[in-house]
């Protein structure tokens, strides 16, 4: 798809660079900690037993590989657009850009739809209302225009807002951590299950563990948002390689700790029940605490994925429209709030298409985590293929053998035989199905105008 050149659109301000390492980090950390890890902790469990810690050790090597491609390319062109513009560097093809684009859209989307409809279920049990699924639904929708108005409001709210969430989120999840070890200390529980493998009927113990990887991947992803933000970060070359690696290495030890104080004080099977897991490992462990708080700060973790999955959607789709794959008017940026304005109403309108017709949390988790582990093994090849194209600064570099790694690896997570619900596939085909409609109404409309101009 040809367009016209970037120097003759309109002239946009540009993103307000506010994010410095602090506020970077805690990005980060707060975009990977969330839903995965309070939601998916039984369902891992289910599979694994009880080293429910082993699935999210094996997915932060997965995604630490991926991690290393990006830094690659995000300090070799710091820019908005993260996957979508390395992909259209290295490949130049426009619908395989396009397609890219919008699966790691349909990602961020699907993730905070997913946090959205969490957010819902757990402000149901928190209050001790029955809802309905309908009441449910309702709160989910309120709660994405919520996010949309923060969004809109601007990224140094969005982010301050971040930073409070993150704190709640780490402090929910250090609780966990501080029980279990309570527990541990005090000579209660068994934390000799943490070493017990009690693989799933329908698998052995290696394609049991793969199955459960799949699952604890979508609590590791939330790092590749971050790529999103360079516009609006200072100086992104230089600080991105220790803020991003060290918020991967703090939420992976945040993870496995997590794990093993949940199985101590929960059986895997109890633990596989519902959609509370941590809840029941504070009223396991600390029959005292208040479970409604435990319940408020959950809603503060998922709302913190929701946000900032919103915030790289928008984001991306803003980058995209500068780089010409999407219609110029997503480009647009508010002259006040600085902010791209209609690319965040119609990711929103995304979103809430998926709360009402998209189904629960686990299609809607799993379908996030297949479509970027499709996107990461093209980022991982496209790292090797730009290693020809030379830039005028320094930038980080990857040892080679990482990408190639990193592609091998996210593309057997993709496969059926890893014992994926087959509904994942069908969300993901029926999303970039709607991607593909968009391109040809995209081009069909560049063409037109070109006619009409000649």
């Known amino acids: 798809m040809s367009g016209v050149p970037l120097e003759t659109l309109p002239e946009q ?119 309905g699924d309908y009441g449910v639904t309702f709160i989910a929708v309120a709660f994405i225009a919520l996010v949309a108005a923060v969004n809109f409001r601007g990224v140094g709210e969005s982010v301050k807002l971040n930073v409070l969430l993150t704190v709640v989120e780490l402090t929910g999840l250090l609780i966990i951590i501080g029980i279990g070890f309570w527990a541990i200390a005090g000579g209660e529980g068994d934390v000799s299950r943490a070493w017990t493998f009690q693989p799933s009927s329908e698998h052995g113990v290696f394609w049991s563990v793969i199955a459960a990887t799949t699952l604890a991947f979508f609590a590791m992803v939330g790092f590749e948002d971050s790529v999103n933000m360079a516009e609006e970060c200072k100086e992104p070359s230089r600080i991105f390689p220790k803020v991003l690696l060290g918020g991967l290495f703090i939420t992976g030890v945040i993870y496995v700790l997590v794990a093993i104080s949940a199985i101590t004080l929960v059986p895997a ?14 009223q396991a462990g600390a029959p005292n605490f208040p479970v409604g708080v435990f319940g408020i700060i ?26 010409q794959v999407l219609p110029e008017v997503l480009g647009k940026v508010h002259a006040g709030r600085k902010t791209p304005y209609i690319a965040i109403g119609f990711t929103s309108l995304l979103a809430v298409g998926l709360i009402l017709f998209a189904g629960g949390v686990p299609a809607l988790g799993g379908t996030t985590a297949l479509l970027l582990l499709g996107v990461f093994a093209v980022v991982n090849i496209a790292v090797l293929v730009l290693r020809k194209d030379k830039v005028d600064h320094p930038h980080f ?3 080679t053998i990482v990408p190639i790694l990193g592609a091998a690896t996210c593309l057997f997570l993709v496969g ?30 560049m063409r037109s105008s070109a006619n009409q101009s000649d």
């Not at 410095?20 to 902790?41: E, K």
């Not at 739809?113 to 819902?120: D, I, L, V």
């Not at 809603?299 to 984001?315: E, G």
């Open 13 to 131: 301000p540009e993103l307000k660079r506010v994010m410095g390492p602090g506020l970077l980090l805690l990005f980060i950390v707060g975009d990977i900690l969330g839903t995965g890890i309070y939601a998916l902790t039984g369902q891992v469990a289910a599979e694994v037993g009880g080293v429910v810690w082993l699935p999210f050790l094996i997915a932060f090597v997965v995604a630490l590989l991926t991690a290393l491609s990006y830094l690659e390319l995000v300090t070799k062109y710091p820019r908005a657009a993260g996957a979508a513009l390395y992909t259209h560097k290295a490949f130049g093809i426009h619908f395989l850009t396009f397609l890219i684009a919008f699966a790691v859209m349909s990602s961020g989307i699907t993730s905070a739809s997913t946090a959205s409809r969490a957010f819902a279920a757990n402000f149901s049990e928190a209050f001790g209302f029955d809802f």
């Open 269 to 282: 099977a109890e633990l596989g029940e519902g959609e509370t897991p941590l809840l029941k490992v504070v």
């Open 298 to 323: 959950t809603m503060f973790a998922v709302a913190n994925s929701a946000l900032i999955n919103m915030m790289m959607a928008s984001r991306l789709i803003y980058g995209m429209s500068r780089e």
């Open 397 to 399: 570099r990857t040892p």
């Open 416 to 445: 059926p035989w890893t014992g994926r619900d087959p509904v994942q596939y069908a969300i993901a085909a029926i999303l970039i199905g709607i991607g593909a409609v968009l391109w040809f109404a995209t081009i069909g409309f």
